[in-house]
């Protein structure tokens, strides 16, 4: 079983850098960007900072692809009335949709209902392509929310509008190595999806095989795993929260686009 290390990116007055968690305090590491501690390039510099007085930015703020994953929930499934898939349901969203914790979700002006999703995301840790051992690939996970604007999901033939406006993908508070067990998502306090991981199709491992069949899967991208039953509307001044065991909460407040 792997250590439970959790990493992050953050922000004071000056400058951003990346770091390590441990309890509430931050120690940096000299890379320049997540993708040196993913690639094992980044050491400490003996420098750490109290978590409460930083600014925690998306773990990945650009990875060169983000592959989600539909109806992987055996729970998400009975609820929207959909058959078992016999092989994953893949679609992406753009990187520009990426926010990070406390930012604001915003709802735009062309829908008129967007849907919160809580997920747990995978973090790909070195280069996929046409694997047989998915976990190798796999440096750690993260708390996403794949926000969807439902009206236009159900009238558009493909998913990308709906799914690819500016702040839709919600992603943090941190990365962490150990495997979640737990996805839960909180609306205004109240607990409104709640599933052990175990509810999935499709594991995490079977997700990189397949994907990577499909296409490259390189350091930093991720893939959001699907989410469980209990999807509802975000409306403008909502608070939402997802949550896995082994990373943290992700919370991000929902505006209406001006």
Known sequence: MRRLRLFGRFADKKREFVGEVRGNEVLELNGSSMMSVIEEAADP?????????????????????????????????KEMKWETPIKPIIFSKPPSAIIGPRDMIVIPK???RVDFEGESAIVIGRRAHRVSDGSKYIFGYTC???????????????????KGFDTFAPVGPFISTKPPTRVSTRLNGKTVQSSLL?????????????????????????????????????NAGDIIEVELDTVGTLTNHVIQSP
């Open 144 to 162: 996403f929310n794949d926000v969807t604007a439902r009206d236009l999901q159900k009238t558009d033939v493909d998913w990308t509008r709906a």
């Open 110 to 112: 062309a829908s008129s």
């Open 45 to 77: 510099t003996g420098k750490s900072y109290d978590l409460d007085i930083l600014t925690v930015r998306a773990p990945v703020d650009r990875p060169s692809k983000i592959i989600c994953i539909g109806l992987n929930y055996r729970s998400h499934i």
């Open 198 to 234: 175990s509810d999935r199709v499709f594991g995490d491992a079977a997700l990189v095989e397949y994907i990577s069949g499909i296409m490259t899967l390189e350091p930093g991208d991720m893939i959001a795993t699907g989410t469980p039953s209990g999807i509802a509307p975000l």
